[in-house]
């Protein structure tokens, strides 16, 4: 079983096997990119306010308390911040912190060296804890509720139960996908936690920091581009911030300038809103293909020999958040907004022009 080190919040080895190893919540950084622009205390972090000062207030209580932190559960979509709010909790705390994903607790016994080496008031992050096999979820349980939690050993008639007790611990949870978990579960959870897109302007503020901490020299207009192309998400604002740093490096004098990053953007077909080249090609299937749609998902996966779950899961997000298509009963259909985007006229499509025309 793939399990993290347990390491303190001042522990610079383990920090680095924890950060190589984790999923890396940020695509096309290296590991150590990643280390270097991920806040690592809580004040540093940009946009989330509430859910910050929520957090904040929990953590003071407890600490006054002289108990763990309750349970934590933190939802949305990818790249907004949640495996960092969870890594930045245990240093707020001082305590140290143990790292798992759901994917591979397949089975009790994976779970067992987790809670077993848990330290007095110490954090288990569990990432895409959605994906937990049933029976994972159950025998945590009593593990969140009591502390405890119960082995059979054996089979048949001689099998016995060993009751273990659990020193007192938190249990923080990461999820892009809530639905997914069980609902005696996510009870258990004392704090839930959704979080939700940036503004421009705190990504432009993210932008700006990164862009220091890679040594890299960017005027506040590139900054702006940059964010408004990245979908809302620091992640992705990270990414563009990266390719265009190189670009400058290769390209241009090393500064990054709004004519350097449009370039460097344009290159790399991000559009102005941020759509890259399959997000496009998706558009433009239905509309030229499909005359706008209604169609489904699956033949314009078969159209452009793409697997379905590619656009469901990565593609349509942020087009329907764009208001660029909507789903229907009967299918996918572009609205007049993204028959705009592509460059032609909506009245020429009917039964886009009838969809969020503005």
């Known amino acids: 079983m793939a399990r993290e080190a347990i ?24 590991p150590d990119e990643e280390r270097v622009l991920r806040p690592q205390r809580m004040f540093e972090m940009v946009g989330q306010r509430d ?24 939802d949305g979509p990818p790249g907004l911040g949640k495996t960092t709010f969870a890594l930045c909790i245990p240093r707020e705390l001082g305590v140290s912190v143990q790292i ?8 009790p016994k994976d779970l067992v060296p987790y809670l077993t080496n848990a330290e007095e008031g110490s954090v288990l992050f569990i990432d895409e804890i959605h994906r937990m096999h049933k029976s994972v979820e159950e025998f945590l349980y009593p ?24 020193k007192p611990f938190t249990l923080i949870g990461a999820t892009t996908r ?22 421009v302007d705190e ?62 953007l344009d290159m790399a077909g991000i559009d102005v809103i941020g759509l890259d080249a399959q997000d496009r090609k998706y558009l433009d299937t239905i509309l030229r293909v499909f005359q706008g749609g209604p169609v489904g998902v699956e033949a ?36 007049g ?3 705009r985007h592509l460059g032609y006229d909506p009245v020429q499509f009917p039964q886009c022009s009838q969809n969020h025309l503005f």
Do not use: C
Request: net charge neutral; hydrophobic share 40%.
């Open 51 to 74: 859910v910050y000062e929520r957090i904040e207030v929990a953590i003071e209580a407890s600490r006054k308390r002289g108990e763990p932190l309750g349970h934590v559960l933190f």
């Open 178 to 199: 809530t639905g997914l978990i069980s609902a005696p579960l996510r009870d258990r959870f004392q704090m839930r936690e959704h979080l939700d897109f940036y503004t």
């Open 7 to 30: 390491f303190g919040p001042n522990d610079s080895r383990t920090n680095e096997s924890r950060e190589s190893t984790a999923a890396n919540k940020l695509g096309l950084l290296t």
């Open 203 to 264: 990504l432009s503020t993210i932008v700006r920091r990164s862009a220091g901490k890679l040594g890299a020299e960017i005027i506040d207009d590139a900054a702006d581009e940059i964010a408004s192309r990245s979908r809302s998400t620091p992640r992705l604002a990270n990414n563009r911030l990266r390719w265009v740093r190189d670009y400058s490096d290769a390209r241009a004098d090393g500064r990054i300038t709004l004519e350097v990053a449009q370039k460097a």
């Open 337 to 339: 907004k993204g028959v």
């Open 143 to 166: 593990a969140m509720e009591d502390f405890r939690i119960d082995l059979t050993l054996g089979e048949g008639v001689n099998a016995r139960t060993l009751n273990i007790q659990l």
């Open 300 to 335: 314009v996966a078969h159209t452009m020999n793409v697997a379905p779950d590619t656009f469901i899961d990565e593609v349509e997000p942020f087009l329907l958040r764009s208001e660029l298509i909507v789903r229907t009963p009967r299918g996918r259909i572009l609205t």
């Open 100 to 107: 798992g994903n759901g994917a591979t607790l397949r089975a």
